[in-house]
């Protein structure tokens, strides 16, 4: 079936419009903490989440089954002043005119802003309490550097948990979590300590059960009343269902599909408005959506294209709201990405294969919406069904960067690594872009960025920037008095342990903040584990409770420059230290020939051990160095060499590198290879990957290759690609994701953006709109290999 | 020699696709052209070429950087006198000329220069066809022997194919038929699949192209169809516009086929240019406007003639 024309008409909304800045929620929120001054925080922000919904204007939009909007226009992007408003002060003027993600918004509403919200956050957000505890050392190497990044974790909402619908939400609805959290509070003794905080706790759940009740009851007297008023009798008798759906939903469990896909958007909704949150994941999607799909089916109530349809009007809804986040959170994140990971596939927890009707709607409906969330994720089993290979792969053909693909095992690998039971680790969902995650787990899932290629910089040049000269890392020997790779290499662990160290004392001390200020009531009521143990997230109520990951940036260029250093000079003897050194100090001007030379050497990403296992020594030394600390609770940090778009910021603050790249150009993402150096095949590209021990680094892989899309035009050049991912995940490789779409066209969008606001393309771990990226990292995007051989 | 990994129109799935050089043939629109030299072969790509001059440094025989400036292959400038005899150049006052030693392919920082042929022992292929086995298995793909002509080494291919069969690849043969039956025998007995061209029907016209007569690659597809299984046997015909594209060629050759060789598939492969940058490598002048890339409509039209003798139709896309 085609897109329907209601569908068709919400799409056409979405890529025409620029989302619009709404500060409802951020007015309705302050209110309400200039209200409960001295109150428990907990409770404080319980109960500002229920006067938010309270107070938030309802809308129902033209021609939507499913409602539900965090503010007064159809694409909204809400501020959360609680977490860091500062940057929002210095930046929102320019928010309409910046480069990459801009947001609409009136010079009233920015007047506004500042005269009556900002001014109370002033001292009390976690951004502000994190720069007042950070030392200089630590801000020096870690705050807005390129070379180590934790301010995700300081400057907006956390984010990164799955839902869980299966155990806590669909089951119960938010009436019957109400009634559990007051059974609890029933049971406790307010004269002992603990069971004092756990009363907070539990009143604190049934405010934000409240406030869901009232979003749902909203939206069905504003939907009774509009069909009062409709003169259509189609719509009417529509905006009659939508009374009567959330007059049910969120408050009890849903019955039928219609009711649960409305479930499941309050749900998003909901967290969107307490803590706009990235990587809110909506998890295994077909899972739990399954058996209202087959229960309605044999009753006869839905078919196939109307569930579809339903589909369809989730994913818009998924794309609708933009995450609000600062230049340089948008340079790491780019293409308004809120990372709302959906995964289907895979295996069910007894290990049979998991896929059903629902599985394949899912790609349907982001192969016809072309909307750039959910990030929809698959999960690929050794004895996946070839249908099912079929819909991925030819999902890839269409170029639009989705779905994410992963191996099934590995995944699982990952999470056992970290010590969960067998059946939570096989029931494992992405978080983000490619993190395996559980709906059973606190995580800060991409906490610190961290460049390889920073500490490589630090170890060739004194512990200096070389574009600022300045002495931001400990010092170093003069980089021409090395006399062996074995001593750079020492010299690169030892600059790579001190962005290390800081990275931990950054993420610890943003910890401490959260604990004393950023608790999560909405989030723990979707945790089933946090509701027994009445502990909030940030008190370490879930069932498993996981280290911070550190996502390392950079490992192909670092390892390339390595490769390049031990050939040239140990092994040929074709030119000095000092010359590479020279080179990359005049950013290769001047030595264009030995650039050339350094070019030829072997690269990472063409199964050439020569290079591939300097690049996993980096990696296992990573993985060491990291997870010998602990956090805050007690467990180990955790490594990933996960995506985002964060190799552009990362390589815009280094020079030049002595594997041939040229200064602030981009770094590379994930254990992809070099843009444009992985030149055998993409088998090769692939062998090179799958060295690294993938399931040692639990926060994720990624890799990201082109493919040429005449290779992938037809069903037989689909079965080849789906054998090739299988192999890859029998080498124990964990995701992959292709851009098949021709330079060509991407030449074409670039010139003629408005003719092509619809194309989707893969950037790192996600897709985006291709003319929301700005023009560098299109360029990035076409410069990436094409593999023409297959 | 040469081996490329990542095939994947020549056969079943994922493929490794073994060029053994060397070719009794000299079709006139060969995209294979170092294939005619059994010998070593160095070629120098402009394109890729940054003109550092380390190649001319190292070379013993004093080449310039242009190594293809004055050389020439055997005693003529006509395709049909280019011989497996050793290439000479006139390049220098050296006689004998490039001798394939390779000095220069190691130091070009840029790729430029390449072996176009070289000598690999059996152990080194081996080891390069096992390198993708996990692809092979997952995608159910194996080798092709291709070329230059893959049974002008029969001893060579013999030896290959049996460690290969032992390893349990599938395995595949593009030939142009042009062979010693009985010499082949075995080799053909261990393949998966075997293509084999019949380029042209009419032997006159087919000896204008070729350089070789038509008749020992007729009896040889009908021997062929005598060992192997149905629809184990692809007869090919690389479809090449203003030569053989008409009508006629393709159901005289579609007639013989379901007499001679029945249960054969067949495959039309249109013409391609691709092997015009090989021919710049090595310094061979190739101008053949005549030669027409036909279109996907043209090649339907020939197809849907197939059918008239019930020929089931091969395509690896």
């Not at chain 1, 299988?726 to 003719?755: C, R, W």
Request: hydrophobic content about 35%; charged content about 25%.
């Amino acid at each position: 079936m085609a897109i329907t024309e209601r569908v068709e008409k919400i799409r056409q909304n979405y890529v025409d419009t620029m989302p619009h800045i709404s500060y409802e929620r951020a007015w309705a929120w302050t209110k309400s903490f200039q209200r409960t001054e001295g109150q428990a925080h907990i409770i404080r922000t319980a109960q500002a989440f229920k006067d938010t919904c309270e107070e938030l204007s309802v809308n129902i939009w033209e021609g939507e089954l499913i409602v539900g909007t965090s503010g007064e226009y159809r694409k909204t992007a809400i501020l959360t002043p609680e977490f860091g408003w500062q940057w929002i002060n210095e930046e929102i003027d320019t928010f309409p005119q910046r480069g990459q993600d801009p947001y609409d918004v009136t010079q009233e509403q920015i007047d506004f802003i500042r005269e009556n919200i900002f001014p109370y956050w002033k001292g009390k957000s976690v951004e502000e309490a994190f720069l007042a505890r950070t030392s200089e050392a630590t801000k020096k190497i870690g705050v807005d550097t390129g070379f180590l990044d934790t301010d995700s974790k300081w400057r907006n909402g956390i984010g990164e948990i799955s839902a869980d619908y299966i155990d806590v939400l669909l089951p119960k609805g938010y009436g019957g979590l109400k009634k559990e959290a007051l059974e609890y509070m029933e049971s406790l003794n307010e004269a002992i300590p603990e069971d004092k905080k756990k009363m907070d706790f539990y009143k604190s759940m049934v405010l934000i059960a409240d406030g869901m009740i009232t979003l749902g009851r909203r939206y069905s007297e504003k939907a009774k009343e509009m069909a009062e008023a409709e003169q259509d009798p189609y719509r009417k008798s529509e905006l009659l269902e939508i009374a009567e759906v959330c007059a049910k939903v969120p408050e009890n469990p849903p019955e039928t599909f219609r009711e649960a896909i409305q479930f499941v958007w309050f749900v998003q909704l909901g967290g969107v408005i307490a803590e706009n949150p990235l990587a809110w994941n909506p998890g295994r999607f077909d899972q739990y959506m399954y058996p209202y799909y087959k229960a309605d089916k044999e009753a006869g109530i839905i078919d196939y294209d109307t569930a579809l349809e339903l589909v369809e009007c989730l994913w818009l809804k998924y794309s609708e709201w933009a995450w609000t986040i600062s230049k340089n959170t948008a340079s790491f994140f780019a293409g308004y990405t809120n990372f709302e990971n959906l995964t289907v596939g895979g295996t069910k927890v007894d290990g049979t294969d998991a896929t059903n009707d629902v599985s394949y709607m899912a790609i349907q409906a982001t192969r016809e919406c072309m909307t750039h969330q959910p990030t929809l994720s698959c999960r690929i089993h050794p004895d996946c069904p070839p249908e099912f290979m079929e819909a991925v792969t030819e999902l890839v053909s269409t170029g639009c960067g989705f779905p994410a693909i992963h191996g099934d095992r590995t995944g699982y690998q990952m999470l056992s690594n970290l010590g969960y039971k067998p059946e939570d680790a096989r029931d494992w969902n992405n978080c983000g872009c490619v993190v395996p995650h559980s709906r059973k787990t606190f995580e800060w899932t991409s906490a610190a960025s961290i460049s390889f290629a920073a500490a490589l910089e630090f170890a060739l040049n004194e512990g200096k920037s070389r574009l600022s000269g300045e002495q931001v890392s400990i010092p170093e020997k003069n980089p021409k008095t090395f006399e062996s790779l074995e001593e750079i290499i020492e010299a690169w662990k030892k600059q790579f342990k001190y962005l290390v160290k800081h990275g931990v004392i950054s993420l610890v001390t943003a910890q401490e903040i959260h604990k004393e200020i950023g608790q999560r009531p909405y989030m723990s009521a979707c945790n089933e584990y946090c509701m027994k143990n009445g502990e909030d997230l940030v008190d370490g109520g879930a069932k498993y409770s996981i280290g911070p990951v550190f996502t390392g940036v950079g490992l192909s260029v670092t390892a390339n420059s390595l490769a390049v250093i031990k050939k040239l000079v140990y092994d040929d003897g074709l030119c000095t230290l000092s010359d590479i050194i020279d080179a990359i100090n005049n950013n290769w001007e001047g030595y264009e020939e030995l650039r050339e030379k350094a070019l030829a050497c072997p690269k990472y990403g063409n199964d050439d051990d020569y290079v591939d296992s300097i690049a996993r020594d980096l990696a296992d030394f990573f993985y060491d160095e990291v997870t010998s600390y602990k956090d805050l609770y007690g467990n180990h940090f955790v490594t990933a060499f996960m995506g985002i778009s964060n190799y552009l910021p990362t390589g815009k603050v280094l020079g030049a590198t002595p594997e041939g790249r040229h200064a602030m150009d981009p770094i590379n993402e994930g254990v992809s290879p070099y843009t444009g150096s992985d030149t055998s095949t993409c088998l090769a590209a692939l062998k090179s990957a799958a060295k690294m021990k993938h399931e040692i680094h639990s926060g994720g892989t990624l890799l990201n290759l082109r493919l040429n899309h005449d290779l992938v035009a037809t069903k037989r050049g689909r079965a080849n690609l789906g054998a090739m991912l299988q192999s890859y995940f029998m080498l124990g490789g964990f995701h992959v994701q292709f851009n098949t779409i021709s330079n060509d066209v991407l030449k074409e969008a670039q010139a003629h953006p408005e003719k092509y606001k619809s194309l989707l393309v893969r950037v790192a771990g996600y897709s985006a709109q291709f003319t929301n990226l700005s023009k560098e990292m299109q360029d990035s995007i076409m410069a990436r290999n094409a593999h023409e051989e297959f | 020699m040469d081996v490329q990994p990542f095939s994947v129109n020549d056969g079943d799935g994922i493929r490794t696709t073994i060029f053994l050089a060397g070719c009794p043939l000299r079709c006139k629109w060969c995209s294979n052209p170092e294939g005619f030299f059994k010998s070593e072969l160095v070629g120098w790509h402009k394109r890729k070429c940054i003109g550092c001059g380390e190649c001319a440094q190292v070379c013993p025989k004093g080449i310039g950087i242009n190594m293809n400036q004055g050389r020439y292959f055997g005693n003529g400038q006509d395709i049909n006198d280019y011989t497996d005899a050793k290439i000479v150049s006139n390049h220098s006052s050296l006689s004998d000329g490039c001798d394939a030693c390779g000095k220069c392919v190691d130091v070009c920082p840029v790729g430029a220069r390449t072996f176009m042929v070289r000598e690999m022992d059996a152990d080194e292929v081996i080891e390069k066809v096992q390198r993708h086995r996990l692809f092979y298995m997952q995608s159910g793909g194996g080798v092709t022997f291709s070329g230059g002509e893959a049974t002008s080494q029969s001893e060579f291919l013999d030896c290959l194919s049996e460690r290969i069969y032992d390893l349990g690849y599938d395995m595949a043969l593009e030939t142009s038929g042009y062979f010693e039956f009985d010499k082949l025998r075995s080799v053909l007995e261990r393949m998966d699949l075997i293509f084999m061209d019949l380029k042209i029907f009419d032997d006159k016209k087919h000896k204008e192209y070729t350089g070789v007569s038509n008749a020992l690659i007729k009896e040889n597809i009908a021997k062929v169809a005598g060992i192997v299984p149905r629809k184990k046997l692809v007869v090919r015909i690389p479809v090449i516009g203003g030569v053989n594209d008409d009508a006629e060629n393709i159901e005289q050759t579609a007639s013989f086929v379901s007499e001679h060789a029945p249960g054969a598939q067949m495959e039309l492969l249109p013409y391609h240019e691709f092997g015009r940058i090989k021919y710049e490598a090595i310094g061979i002048e190739y101008e053949h406007p005549e030669f027409i890339r036909p279109g996907k409509e043209k090649i339907d039209k020939l197809k849907s003639l197939l059918l008239k003798y019930d020929i089931e139709i091969a395509d690896y896309k």
